[in-house]
C-alpha cells in the first residue's frame, strides 16, 4: 500500500518544489528575463509558475493544479502517463500542499510552447526535480499540458536567477527519426519535446531547441526509479 501511494504521489507531482513562497522578487525576474526576442517572454511562465504554486498553499494542492491544467493535459507517473484531468476531479485537497519553485525556462521563439524545471519538496513524501510543458492558450495564458517529477534524494539546488532561454527564430528544428515518438512541437517549430515510456519502469523525457542554425537537446531525462517488469 505505501509503495502504492508514492507512486500515486509521483504520478500527480508536477511543477513541485522546495520553497513555501515565492523565491524571487517579481522585480528581479522581470529584469532578468524580460526583452526575449519575438513573442518569447520567458517571465510569463515564470509568473505563471509563481502564481500556480502560491494557489496551491492558499487554496489547496488539486484545486490548483485543477485550474492550471489544460484539457488533455497529462501526468508522467512511474507506470506511464494517464490524462490530468479526470484523475484530479477526484482528488481532495491535501492538508498541506506540495512546494516547488521553477530554476530554468525554455521557450520557443514566439511563445506558444515552453518547458520549466526546478525542485519540488512534498511535506513528508518524495521530493526531487519537476518537468513542465506549457502551452500558450487562446486568452494569452499558459496552462501545463505534460508534467512530471524525478525523486531525488536532495532536490536541485535553485541558482541565483531564473535561466530564461528562447529558441533561434526562424530557425525550425528538424529532428531525425529517433524523435518521432510522442513528439510535440511549438507553432512556430523551434521548440519540440517527447516522453517515451517502453514498459520497464524507465521514463525518458527530451527536450529539443534551435539553436545557432541547428537543433540542440536542451534537457533529457531518463529516469529508472519506477517498478521494474517481472
Not at 52 to 67: C, V
Not at 90 to 113: F, N, R, Y
Not at 125 to 142: A, E, I, L, M, N
Not at 150 to 166: F, K, R
Amino acid at each position: 500500500m505505501k509503495r502504492f501511494l508514492i507512486s500515486i504521489a509521483l504520478l500527480a507531482v508536477t511543477a513541485c518544489a522546495g520553497q513555501q513562497g515565492p523565491r524571487y522578487a517579481e522585480g528581479v525576474i522581470d529584469r532578468a528575463l524580460a526583452g526575449a526576442p519575438g513573442m518569447a517572454q520567458p517571465s510569463d511562465i515564470v509568473t505563471t509558475e509563481l502564481a500556480f504554486a502560491r494557489l496551491a498553499q492558499e487554496k489547496g494542492q488539486w484545486t490548483a493544479f485543477r485550474e492550471y491544467a489544460a484539457d488533455g493535459a497529462l501526468f508522467f507517473g512511474p507506470t506511464g502517463v494517464s490524462e490530468a484531468k479526470p484523475w484530479l476531479e477526484k482528488q481532495p485537497d491535501p492538508a498541506q500542499a506540495v512546494a516547488w519553485d521553477a530554476h530554468q525556462i525554455w521557450m520557443s521563439c514566439d511563445g506558444s510552447l515552453a518547458v520549466s524545471t526546478g525542485a519540488f519538496d512534498e511535506p513528508g513524501g518524495p521530493k526531487g526535480r519537476f518537468y513542465t510543458v506549457w502551452q500558450r492558450q487562446q486568452d494569452r495564458s499558459y496552462k501545463f499540458v505534460f508534467d512530471f517529477g524525478v525523486p531525488m534524494e536532495q532536490p536541485p539546488i535553485a541558482p541565483d536567477l531564473i535561466q530564461g532561454n528562447v529558441a533561434r527564430c526562424g530557425v525550425p528544428l528538424e529532428l531525425g527519426l529517433d524523435a518521432t515518438e510522442n513528439l510535440q512541437r511549438s507553432s512556430d517549430g523551434t521548440l519540440a519535446w517527447s516522453w517515451t515510456y517502453p514498459g520497464d519502469g524507465t521514463r525518458r523525457f527530451t527536450v529539443w531547441s534551435s539553436r545557432n542554425g541547428r537543433e540542440a537537446v536542451v534537457a533529457e531525462v531518463l529516469d529508472t526509479t519506477g517498478p521494474q517488469a517481472e
